[in-house]
């Protein structure tokens, strides 16, 4: 799923590509798509893209005449921009933006579709959208210890919350976690004023760098991200995708945790004191050969 580095890539190019320019029309294919009725979707033809902005990991293009629509990308939708007026023709394409200088095109792989296109009428509908999460770029030390001790989650689920947190998902909570050698299992209520300094630090780190590495990436958005560029799995990640590999810190190898359709990542020796965390899967297969810390996993490596 796209999380806030990308997104914010994504308006960096929309603002370069299309921001200013008239929408033509507004084509449809995936029926699952739009969820919402009013205004219809033909009320946007001829409007002027104003801005653009971001809720959360929801993409926003605001209108001249105060309407807006809303992209949730979820897990597998992306953007690209095509030079000429183009159509959904291709499997994996579901709406087409046609614009005077060229067309956005919303796609989805996969066959399970899950990416929304909302229009909303007023800013005051749009506001309600907002899940009130608060963002870690620009949040003080101070307003994240009050959203993390106002519940007693594990601190890998109250960072990709979106009711606590903005715009962070499984990737950047992996990277953000390692940053800050905290463990994922950590309850948020029992945090001390010391791991919530690490993990402020580490968070404004970790996404101020990839924000700027992927600036820099696609030129401040005069390249608008082509297929397989917006990606979870990034060269550079410490330990997210990288399960058996090397902690780029100790070089103990990154182990994960595996729960519904997700994947968790982390290094025992630098964040959980040695300790392997139970994998919901292989552990209840494995049971007592399951290894309880680093030197057991180690032991049945040699």
């Known amino acids: 799923m796209p999380e806030l580095p990308d997104i914010l890539v994504y308006l960096d190019a ?3 590509h299309a921001v200013g320019k008239r929408l ?6 995936g029926p699952s798509l739009l969820r919402s009725v009013e205004p219809p979707l033909d009320a946007f033809d001829g409007s002027v893209l104003m801005d653009v902005s971001r809720i959360g990991k929801r993409i926003v293009l605001h209108f001249d005449a105060g309407t807006a629509l809303v992209i949730h990308l979820m897990i597998a939708g992306r953007l690209l921009w095509h030079n000429e007026r183009a159509r959904p023709t291709g499997r994996n394409d579901l709406a087409a933006f046609r614009f005077e200088n060229g067309t956005l095109m919303l796609t989805e792989a996969g066959t399970t579709h899950r990416a929304t296109l909302t229009a909303v009428g007023s ?3 749009l506001q309600r959208i907002n899940r009130g999460g608060i963002d870690l770029l620009t949040c003080t030390r101070d307003e994240l210890a009050t959203r993390l001790h106002s519940e007693n989650r594990t601190l890998n689920r109250a960072l990709t919350d979106p009711r606590i947190i903005d715009g962070v998902g499984n990737s950047y909570s992996d990277e953000i976690l390692h940053a800050a050698q905290l463990s994922p299992f950590v309850r948020t209520a029992d ?4 791991q919530i300094a690490a993990l402020h630090e580490a968070a404004m780190n970790t996404l101020t760098h990839w924000s700027k590495e992927l600036h820099r990436q696609f ?7 082509g297929r397989g560029q917006i990606t979870a799995f990034r060269t550079g990640f410490a330990v997210h995708g990288r399960f058996s590999l090397p902690c780029p810190r100790c070089g103990c190898p990154v182990q994960r945790v595996v729960y519904a359709e997700n994947e968790m990542n982390y290094c025992a020796r630098c964040q959980t004191n040695g300790k392997v965390l139970a994998d919901r899967s292989l552990s209840r ?3 007592d050969d399951w290894p309880k810390s680093i030197e057991e996993l180690e032991e049945q490596h040699e």
Request: proline share 4%.
């Open 14 to 16: 929309l603002r370069h």
């Open 24 to 29: 033509n029309d507004i084509i449809v294919r």
């Open 219 to 225: 030129d401040g958005g005069r390249k608008f991200p």
């Open 123 to 125: 800013e005051a509908e």
């Open 191 to 194: 945090m001390s004023e010391a």
């Open 285 to 287: 297969l494995l049971r």
